[in-house]
């Protein structure tokens, strides 16, 4: 049974369950309910909840994992807010397995670092690039694409090259 | 380490055990049973596996940071794009998911034509995996017989969406349009004839003594690794875990059809092919029972807020207008919250995850897709094996890249 001291916040939303546990006892809240039978983490993703005005947020990033009871069955939503440039939370790859890519793509999208990772590096987009796209600041269509004409390879004269 | 893909360089340092050193050699991205753009870096001693390392991301679309700048309703159109082979499947996954936010429940004629055309799929996205794996172990005529009847359910998604493919037929609040008298005629056939079908694809590869030398024994996955590794689908039912969220977390009325959940205890490639073979069985017939059930009635949701008004009512009623001009200008909005939807797609669980801060746009939309979680498994399955048979087992695992990738 997880211990009530790492609840700060629970509720149901959608029909489904949720609790919020403290952002650095994340590990002790996610073996105590492995324990407790959720052996599963579904997924493990990020919310970017820049200018948001529609409820109370403690920080601007939510993380969200997914943990599910194979035997009743029964899902469980634990979050955890964080802020910081960048956000900083454990790792959770040695009690989960499956979270080692979700990881590296929160990672790589939202540039939530996790400490104790074996290999964070970015996954889904291309090694080289700048910026995580799915935060909020992060503009839709702002990046130039290849072979367009504002691509600037394509805009040197072939003389000039 | 590889520089760039194509390059094959030897590393220094380590040894197999014959002596010689680890070789490491590039797979893909361009390789033709990769499914997709999927590159391996693959460690090698003689022709054993020592490693596996998936470099994904060539697929990758962007399709959830697309779908933060789109409306509720234009999403659909996108969800369809990221697991390409069944695209009813992720529409459902969707509509479902705002359904569940916005506390709305769709008729039973919806719930069962969604359910149709999920088993459709299920069966269309089976029939190319079993085609394409067939092509690649050696069957060659495997792919001929699979798309032909493929082809039979690309014509029942156009006779109902107009679509071949990408058909964005479920939607939050019902479907696109009631089926045609035509639709249900050409359903029936399908299902009279696809039992004998699926014997003819039984009878060339399950006794088929090249099919059953690659596929026996080959890329053994236990059943407390798979659960570990957070496989679902026929990964997790091909080693003997009897757990289908259809059966599971029933979902659109699934828990009013008589089913069984396709098990196999092998564990192994061949086992994944017999599930296969087994749940396109299962889907003929909840396909016969959705098709002799099918409930009369509407098939969307009454809400005005959600659904545009029939053609009809705009020329004689000033509200149906107004709502008209609504929806497809601002569109709706969602309630804040968020909401978690798992639907059993033909490779595992394909989820929604989406937050609404109460706007006519999502603020966030993640999908869970089977193929990202189900490919860490790789490693484990390849691991001493020849690397012939990668091709087996990356055949067998089914993972599509764009659904991997989004």
């Known amino acids: ?161 | 380490m590889i520089e760039s893909p194509g390059v094959t360089v030897t590393r220094t340092g380590e040894h197999g055990a014959f002596g010689g050193e680890l070789l490491t050699v590039n797979f893909g991205p361009h390789h033709p049973s990769t499914h997709g753009v999927l590159r391996l870096i693959v460690d090698l001693d003689g022709e054993q596996i020592k490693r596996v390392e998936p470099v994904i991301g060539y697929l990758h679309t962007g399709i959830e940071k697309q779908m933060e700048a789109l409306r509720w309703q234009q999403g659909v159109v996108v969800t369809d794009r990221h697991d390409y082979l069944s695209p009813p499947i992720n529409n459902l996954a969707y509509a479902l998911a705002v359904e569940k936010l916005m506390g709305v429940e769709v008729p039973p004629r919806a719930n069962a034509l969604r359910v149709i055309m999920s088993e459709l799929t299920r069966l269309s996205s089976h029939l190319v995996w079993m085609g394409t794996s067939g092509l690649e172990l050696g069957a060659m005529s495997m792919l001929m017989y699979c798309f032909r009847e493929r082809d039979l359910i690309m014509d029942l998604n156009e006779e109902i969406s107009g679509f071949r493919m990408h058909t964005s037929y479920i939607r939050p609040g019902g479907v696109m349009a009631d089926a045609t008298p035509r639709f249900l005629e050409m359903l029936d056939k399908f299902i009279r004839e696809m039992p004998g079908h699926v014997d003819e694809y039984e009878d060339l590869l399950t006794m088929n003594p090249i099919w059953r030398s690659r596929t026996i024994g080959i890329g053994v996955l236990p059943a407390e690794d798979a659960k570990v590794l957070g496989a679902t689908g026929p990964m997790l039912r091909g080693s003997g875990v009897a757990w289908d969220l259809r059966k599971a977390i029933p979902y659109s009325g699934y828990e009013n059809y008589d089913f069984e959940v396709a098990v196999s205890n092998d564990s192994d490639c061949y086992g994944r092919y017999l599930v296969r073979i087994k749940e396109m069985r299962e889907a003929v017939k909840i396909l016969r029972q959705a098709l002799d059930k099918l409930p009369d009635g509407p098939v969307n949701v009454d809400d005005r807020k959600m659904l545009p008004p029939p053609r009809e009512e705009l020329e004689t009623s000033m509200e149906a207008v107004i709502h008209h001009f609504k929806l497809f200008t601002e569109g709706y909005s969602v309630p804040p919250g968020d909401a978690y939807v798992a639907v059993e797609s033909g490779r595992g669980e394909n989820g929604c995850y989406i937050v609404s801060d109460g706007t006519h746009k999502p603020r966030r939309v993640k999908f869970r897709s089977a193929s990202f979680v189900n490919l860490q498994a790789l490693e484990r399955m390849a691991l001493n094996h020849m690397i012939a048979d990668m091709i087996a087992i990356i055949g067998t695992a089914d993972t599509v890249l764009g659904d991997c990738d989004r």
């Open chain 1, 1 to 161: 049974m997880i211990d009530s001291a790492l609840v700060v916040d629970k509720g149901v939303t959608a029909r489904d369950e949720w609790i919020t546990v403290p952002a650095d006892r994340i590990r002790d809240a996610l073996s105590a309910l492995k324990k407790d039978g959720y052996r599963l983490l579904v997924f493990l993703t990020c919310v970017d909840h820049l200018v948001d005005a529609s409820r109370e947020f403690p920080a601007r990033y939510e993380l969200v994992y997914q943990l599910r009871d194979l035997d009743k069955p029964a899902d469980l939503r634990l979050r955890t807010f964080i802020d910081g440039d960048p956000p900083r939370i454990d790792s959770v790859h040695d009690i989960f397995p499956p979270a080692n890519w979700d990881e590296r793509e929160t990672y790589d999208l939202f540039g939530v670092v996790f400490a104790g990772h074996p290999g964070l590096t970015r996954i889904l987009m291309p090694d080289d690039w700048v910026g995580h796209p799915l935060r909020r600041d992060y503009p839709v269509g702002g990046e130039t694409v290849e072979f367009s004409e504002e691509h600037e390879i394509w805009q040197t004269p072939p003389d000039e090259a």
